[in-house]
């Protein structure tokens, strides 16, 4: 195994034994569960170099979580972007959180906005991925005993720093096979996850608007911002 693949079989394997306290009751990890699906779209569409990677910060419940891809909100993935391998259960399962993978009817607006963008600008996956990729800083998803989502920037700093340095490595190896101009954090903890990890590398770093509708400014028209910004960067999309 050699490439994307092998990095995140490496980052996986590092973030294992890291064990998280209350209030994270659960912690999936789709990189192991989900490994056929997350194998599937390292290969078909994160070979060759890119122009701009986007850079999301952790699985959502109902993107990732479900699919094993970044952003991955079911129907996109199954219907655009094709892949539908294997996804199984993480080993200790939140009741309210439940992965049912390509069974699973929830939409993950933030993936849902993400991959629109990419369907409407580049109509083919083939296109989008010719100079885009869309990979996630951290690939844990952190669950409180409530079910609600615990990012890592919430993390304790006891906590986040084994968690940070395994996904600093994974991301700088990760530039080294894509070899892209830019990356650029969907949100502001990616742009600074990326800074850290990726400074004195040359490759350039900014952020967009994340498209979560928790935030406000990203249920007014995120596409139009997001277009805007990455286009004040000299970026065409």
């Excluded at 040359?202 to 994340?210: E, K, N, P, Q, W």
Aim: aromatic content about 10%; hydrophobic content about 40%.
């Amino acid at each position: 195994m050699s490439g994307l693949p092998a990095i995140a079989k490496d980052l996986s394997a590092a973030l294992q034994p890291l064990r998280f306290a209350s209030p994270v009751t659960h912690v999936y990890n789709p990189l192991d569960y989900a490994w056929p699906a997350h194998r599937e779209y390292l290969l078909r569409f994160g070979q060759g170099s890119k122009e701009v990677v986007l850079l999301g910060m952790n699985p959502g419940p109902w993107g990732m979580a479900q699919t094993g891809v970044p952003f991955g909100e079911v129907a996109f993935v199954k219907e655009w972007l094709g892949i539908d391998s294997p996804v199984g259960r993480p080993p200790s399962e939140h009741p309210k959180r439940p992965v049912e993978g390509w069974a699973c009817s929830r939409s993950e607006v933030s993936g849902r906005r993400v991959w629109s963008w990419a369907k409407e600008r580049f109509e083919t996956p083939e296109r989008f991925f010719q100079r885009f990729f869309i990979a996630n800083y951290c690939p844990l998803m952190f669950l409180e005993s409530s079910g609600r989502n615990r990012t890592p920037d919430r993390l304790p700093a006891s906590e986040r720093k084994s968690l940070l340095n395994a996904c600093d490595e994974a991301l700088r190896l990760s530039v080294q096979e894509l070899d892209p101009i830019w990356v650029i954090g969907v949100g502001r903890f990616a742009e600074s996850s990326a800074r850290r990890a990726l400074e004195g590398t040359g490759v350039r770093v900014a952020s967009i608007l994340h498209p979560s509708p928790a935030n406000p400014a990203a249920n007014r028209d995120w596409q139009a911002q997001a277009r805007a910004q990455l286009a004040d960067l000299g970026i065409d999309a």
